[in-house]
């Protein structure tokens, strides 16, 4: 695992400058840093989120290197029509930072109020496991999660490699995962798994050799507790002994693996732990290597 700076604001500028870029889930919170942060160094942003005037005012905050559009990422056909809008009328897009991210579970641990956290447990979508019936029948777990989670993930891989290819100097993806992508959260077991499968989906799409060979370099970002509209309520975000980021924290995060060297970038992944960002994939890529070696393979 090895600590690594965040770029000057000239190597940032040098490496982001009239690159255009998409930033999922930018209405607020990390992406809403992310949008800005990317802007101020000269990227061509387009924000991306559900909300319209959301977006409305995020952009007017962020200034004129920005610019929005709606989108379901969880619908494939949006998610076609977004690429296909920013490459007509912004330009060719050479960074996509994958954000967009929900969390219903964590509505649990945001309710103070003892009957309301009972009423809440009870129900299916915010705890999977909730023995919630309806006219005698056991009710399904929400994966709605899952669609935004991970579908979405899934789509914006394929769309940007299938756009960036085609171009000479490749680009970039940066997708935000989360601690829980690597350690096990059990009052969260669905976001968990969720982002445990974009680690997993991260990790194997970066060493394809399409990806490789057109020069799409791919990293992910795994924050631990950040102080955005999802956290709000926890216990944990005005403990002293906690350690927090800010979404701007985060928002350098991305930014240093967008402005890293290509090759050194892909297939890496960065935990975000205050101002600190380490790079935790070289350890955890020599044991893999070993395992898809093909005399390991089945």
Known sequence: MTTISRPTADALTENVSNKVAIVTGAARG???AT???LARHGARVVLVDLHEDALKSAVEAIGGQATYKTCDVSDWDQQIALFQWVIDTVG????????????????????QDPERHAQLNSQARYNYLADETKEGKLQRPSTQLFDVNVNSVVFGLKLAIHHMKQREAGGRIVVVGSAG???????????????H???GLVRSTA???EVTRANVAISWIAPWLTLTSMVE???ATTSANTLKSSPE???WAIAAAAASPTSWANGKGFWVQGTTITEVEGTYGEVGQRLISPENQF
């Open 207 to 209: 060493l394809i050799e």
């Open 249 to 251: 924290d985060v928002a």
């Open 233 to 235: 309520g926890l216990e």
């Open 35 to 37: 949008a800005g942060l």
């Open 30 to 32: 990390i992406g809403f």
């Open 181 to 195: 992508s690597y350690v096990p959260v059990p009052s969260q077991p669905l976001y968990t798994a969720s982002k």
């Open 197 to 199: 499968a974009v680690l």
């Open 92 to 111: 060719p897009i050479e960074l996509v930072v994958c954000n967009a991210a929900i969390n219903p579970e964590i509505t649990l641990l945001q309710t």
